[in-house]
Structure formats: C-alpha cells, structure tokens
C-alpha cells in the first residue's frame, strides 16, 4: 500500500526558498503521477503542480516562475521548490497520487510552513 | 479560470436526515474528450482531504453508498443519503483541466451536527 511522508522546514523566512520533500513507500514514483497541493489557514485547497517522471512538471499559472516539482528516483522522493515567500505562502503543504488523471486519490498528511521574520 | 462556487458554505444537519451541497462552475467542465472531470472530496477536522466521488457520480473505493453525485455541466451536487456522526467535516468539489493541466477547488461547504 502506497504511503506519502512530506517533510522540511516549519518556518521559512520572507524572500527565501522553501523546499520540501515527500518520500513515497510501498510502491515505485515511477509508477504514478504527483501533486503538491497547498491550503492556507482557513481556505480551500491549492493545486500547485504535479510531476510524472517522462514529462516536464506542469504548474498552476499563479506560482509559475517560482515553483518547481522534480523527483530523485533513486530515493523515491517527490520534491518542492518555491522561491520568493510571501507570508501568503503559509500554509499547510501536502503531497498527493494522483487517480486518473483527474483527482486525487492518496494523500500525505501534510506539513506546516510558515513564513515569518 | 474556472471558479467553482459551492453552497451552502455552512450546513448544519440532523443525523439520520439526508443532506446536499451544490456546486457551480463559472464554465461548462465538459472536456475535449467527453468527460467531465467533477470530483468531491471531505476533509475531516485534523486531516488531509479524501476522494468521495470521482467524475460526477463515481463512488471511490470503500465510500459508503449513501454518498452519491450528480450533474452535468455546470451544476453539480453531492448528496449523503442519511447524514451519520463520522460525516462531519468540509466537503470540497474540484475540477480537473486535462489541457493544460489545470485543477481547481470549491471554496469548501462545512457540514455540521
């Protein structure tokens, strides 16, 4: 059974570049597509990006330039570059399977970030 | 951009009772391939969200059936049958643009005892 574990820094601070990391278990990245998916305090959920290992990474247009999602198949790790915070970049972060094509059928339980000073 | 927008966004319900939440797209979710890419998700307290339903009206694996949706378009609902305890929490719905890849969240409805 496939498991997702995001992982990396609780804070980061205002200009700086937040990276994190899922690590996938019990089944091979090469085997899905991944989605890094973001919600702020209080808010809905936030489609950042998903990565298949032939493909380039597509990303949502609102963070275009500043994201990017690559993998280490060696580690079977999904990984999230956001460079430039804003302190409306906090929130809690998730990694996520993708069904299909079209929603998302596994989820990690997500880490916290916070960007403050 | 699509705007998904759900209602209600605050739904207190009586166990036992059916409830529903509906949600609206700003533009038709019908693909270039025929489908239609509508799912519902529920997040309860603490957790990550869950897949309910997948386009339209397709329960995922180990979804009770007293979840059902429905739709076509741009309106489209959730319905619980007989609302239990263990239901309580947001429900979103959320689109998927197959090109450009595009996914997009309703701003949530809360389902409360």
């Known amino acids: 059974q496939v498991h997702l574990q995001e992982s990396g820094p609780g804070l980061v601070k205002p200009s700086e570049t937040l990276s994190l990391i899922c690590t996938v278990s019990?089944?091979?990245?090469?085997?899905?597509?991944w989605s890094w998916i973001r919600q702020s305090p209080g808010r809905g959920p936030e489609w950042i990006g998903y990565?298949?290992?032939?493909?380039?990474?597509w990303y949502n247009p609102s963070l275009e330039g500043r994201v990017t999602i690559s993998a280490d198949m060696s580690k079977n790790q999904l990984s999230l570059r956001l460079t430039s915070v804003t302190a409306s970049d906090t929130a809690v972060y998730y990694c996520?399977?993708?069904?299909?094509?079209?929603?998302?059928?596994?989820w990690g339980h997500g880490t916290m970030v916070t960007v403050s000073s | 951009d699509i705007v998904l927008t759900q209602t209600p966004l605050s739904s207190p319900v009586t166990l036992g009772q059916p409830a529903s939440i509906s949600c609206n797209s700003s533009q038709s979710l019908v693909q270039s391939d025929g489908n239609t890419y509508l799912s519902w998700l529920q997040q309860r307290p603490g957790q990550p969200p869950r897949l309910l339903i997948y386009k339209i009206s397709n329960r995922f694996s180990g979804v009770p059936d007293r979840f059902s949706g429905s739709g076509a378009g741009t309106d489209f609902t959730l319905k619980i049958n007989r609302v239990e305890a263990e239901d309580v929490g947001v429900y979103y719905c959320?689109?998927?643009?197959?090109?450009?890849?595009?996914?997009?969240f309703g701003q949530g409805t809360k389902l409360e005892i």
């Open positions: 996520a399977k993708l069904w299909g094509n079209d929603a998302f059928d596994l």
């Open positions: 959320l689109q998927a643009t197959q090109f450009p890849p595009m996914y997009t």
């Open positions: 019990g089944g091979s990245i090469k085997s899905y597509y």
């Open positions: 990565f298949f290992y032939t493909m380039r990474a």
